[in-house]
């Protein structure tokens, strides 16, 4: 089992700047890939962007791409999602995930998942 716990969502003006962090333990393997997600309300969970843990091979939702970085630190196994230029319709509650994933833009492809932290950007 994965334990995964993400932190600093907030409230942010357009244009500014977030960074969130995704700490996690348990049962992992280099191979497997750390993602971020987000789900706004009425609205399906949405690929955000992901990094393979052993490489850092990285890939972006074409939305946040230019604008949203996914980053790790081995040593404290975290990986980070610093979010700049945001967006009102960035506002959602973001989801960190973790599994061994084929398509790694597939929510169902992740298998443990954090309890989700709240952006808000107002305009």
């Known amino acids: 089992q994965v334990h995964l716990v993400e932190s600093g969502g907030g409230l942010v003006q357009a244009g500014g700047s977030l960074r969130l962090s995704c700490a996690f333990s348990?049962?992992?393997?280099?191979?497997?890939?750390v993602g971020w997600f987000r789900q706004a309300p009425g609205k399906e969970r949405e690929f955000v962007g992901t990094?393979?843990?052993?490489?850092?091979?990285?890939y972006y939702a074409d939305a946040v791409k230019g604008r949203f970085t996914v980053s790790r630190d081995i040593t404290k196994n975290t990986t980070y999602l610093q979010m700049n230029s945001l967006k009102p319709e960035d506002s959602a509650v973001f989801y960190c995930?973790?599994?061994?994933?084929?398509?790694?833009?597939?929510?169902?492809?992740?298998?443990?998942w954090g309890q989700g932290t709240p952006v808000t950007v107002s305009s």
């Open positions: 995930a973790a599994g061994i994933v084929g398509n790694v833009y597939r929510h169902s492809n992740y298998d443990h």
């Open positions: 348990g049962r992992t393997v280099n191979y497997m890939f």
């Open positions: 990094i393979r843990w052993d490489s850092g091979t990285t």
